[in-house]
């Protein structure tokens, strides 16, 4: 039933499927396409933000990752290439692509 859902909400352009890499099997994460929307999630869950006030600190680091984010889909465009995370305990990647 998730997955059916999460398939649905990706052919509606709502979310983004990306793959995970450096876990043993092939695992997808999903992220929000609109900014705005993705930001209130973000704010909300990390800070309740619906029911406090926005800190100054959690809006430039979320602005960080959403430059990366959208110069990852850039290089995607650019180079015909798929975004995938990596995910290692010891190494933070901010861009990875892979070509097929």
């Known amino acids: 039933m998730q997955l059916l859902l999460l398939k649905t909400l990706v052919?509606?352009?709502?979310?983004?499927?990306?793959?995970l890499?450096?876990?043993r099997k092939?695992?997808?994460?999903?992220?929000?396409?609109?900014?705005?929307?993705?930001?209130?999630?973000?704010?909300?869950?990390?800070?309740?933000?619906?029911e406090t006030e926005l800190p100054d600190e959690a809006v430039?680091?979320?602005?960080?990752?959403?430059?990366?984010t959208t110069l990852r889909?850039?290089?995607?465009?650019?180079w015909q290439s798929q975004p995938v995370r990596i995910e290692m305990p010891d190494l933070e990647i901010g861009i990875a692509l892979v070509k097929k």
């Open 60 to 68: 430039k680091r979320y602005l960080g990752r959403e430059y990366r």
């Open 26 to 50: 092939r695992i997808f994460g999903y992220r929000h396409l609109s900014p705005v929307v993705d930001f209130a999630h973000y704010l909300n869950a990390k800070y309740g933000f619906f």
């Open 11 to 19: 052919n509606m352009g709502i979310l983004e499927r990306i793959q």
């Open 73 to 78: 889909s850039s290089l995607k465009d650019c």
């Open 21 to 23: 890499f450096g876990k």
